[in-house]
């Protein structure tokens, strides 16, 4: 297909620490082409790629995933040829009855829009994929959906996607670095700003450096409640890095923000009055205040100091689930991390 690169890489030994850290350096930064294959000659590996074959560094990449930490299961089932450039007949009730009945599975509908996210757009082979917590939660689900095309094939994968397996804890913003995907911690040193098209732009910074933050329109829960911080907030924020560009510095972004802390807003407002409890209103310069329920007046009277109260709480936000990259843990993924491998195998993990 247009715009892809495939490759595929065969090994047949056990996989070699270089390959398991060459995974997690895929994860988590860009890797040259160069880099794969030099590596896949070292262990012996056989590469085959077309075009630019880039999918090498995916294809060695995956030999290297052990799963030995935080994974998910998807189902993924498989159109036939003569059916792959066609529009996808998947009844999108049934997805949305699978969705309600069906807890421990994730990421199957969008909550704000209703869009179906378990259906790809492009022309691939895939039909759909359901990602969950264990092999029977998506064989379960899977038997939920009403489809109007035949299947040719079906297969549960045990997988890395909802773990932020992408994420790198780092402990300085200087230490930040282009298209690593960061955890970093910061105060907010720039009041948002909306930019064209939406996007919210603001920053935050340590004692090392300051670094640009985006909440894309298109994630929504981000970019609303991005416009609702302010200058003093404590923040531990989560995603990609893009690289400076005309003249503008690292951006992170936003897949996540944790809110620590909240900054006081302090505000000067008018006393309530002391016979009926309005709130009074100005008179006019050094004329002072008037009660519009009662009457009363005073020119005693003084402002008083009001803390407002933010429209943000103290906790974790994530992108919209339709924004939300494959490997992005979202809400209901937290307290269900798990680790090692499955003991055994289910019956039926596979047709044919």
Not at 221 to 234: E, H, N, P, V, W
Not at 236 to 264: C, D, H, M, W, Y
Not at 302 to 312: A, L, S, T
Not at 327 to 349: A, D, S
Request: glycine share 8%; aromatic share 6%.
């Amino acid at each position: 297909y247009d715009g892809t690169d495939p490759g595929i890489v065969f090994l047949t030994d056990e996989v070699p620490k270089e390959v398991l850290d060459f995974a997690t350096k895929a994860k988590q930064s860009v890797l040259k082409i160069e880099e794969a294959l030099k590596l896949a000659k070292e262990v012996n590996a056989e590469v085959l790629g077309f075009k630019r074959g880039r999918g090498i560094i995916g294809g060695l990449a995956a030999i290297g995933e052990d799963l030995s930490g935080d994974h998910t299961f998807e189902i993924i089932s498989y159109r036939t040829v003569e059916n792959r450039n066609k529009p996808r007949h998947v009844q999108i009730s049934s997805v949305k009855m699978m969705d309600k009945s069906a807890p421990l599975t994730f990421n199957n509908v969008d909550p704000e829009t209703g869009r179906i996210l378990i259906t790809p757009r492009g022309p691939d082979p895939i039909l759909f994929g359901i990602r969950g917590e264990t092999p029977e939660t998506v064989k379960n689900a899977f038997e939920l959906i009403r489809i109007d095309e035949p299947i040719e094939r079906w297969m549960i994968f045990r997988t890395n996607q909802g773990t932020d397996a992408h994420l790198q804890k780092i402990s300085a913003i200087a230490d930040i670095r282009a298209y690593n995907p960061v955890i970093v911690k910061g105060v907010v040193s720039k009041d948002p700003k909306t930019i064209k098209g939406g996007h919210v732009i603001f920053s935050i910074m340590d004692k090392t450096g300051e670094v640009d933050c985006a909440a894309y329109e298109p994630t929504v829960t981000l970019s609303k409640m991005a416009r609702r911080l302010m200058k003093g907030d404590i923040l531990k924020v989560f995603g990609g890095v893009r690289p400076p560009f005309e003249e503008k510095q690292l951006t992170i972004n936003l897949e996540k923000i944790r809110v620590i802390e909240l900054a006081s807003r302090i505000l000067l407002a008018n006393p309530n009055c002391p016979k009926c409890g309005k709130r009074m209103k100005s008179m006019g310069k050094n004329q002072g205040l008037r009660c519009d329920r009662c009457s009363f007046r005073s020119s005693q009277l003084n402002k008083i100091v009001v803390i407002e109260e933010r429209e943000i709480e103290k906790r974790l936000y994530i992108t919209s689930p339709r924004s939300q990259r494959h490997l992005t843990k979202p809400h209901c993924r937290y307290g269900k991390e798990k680790i090692g491998f499955p003991k055994t195998l289910i019956n039926n993990w596979h047709f044919p």
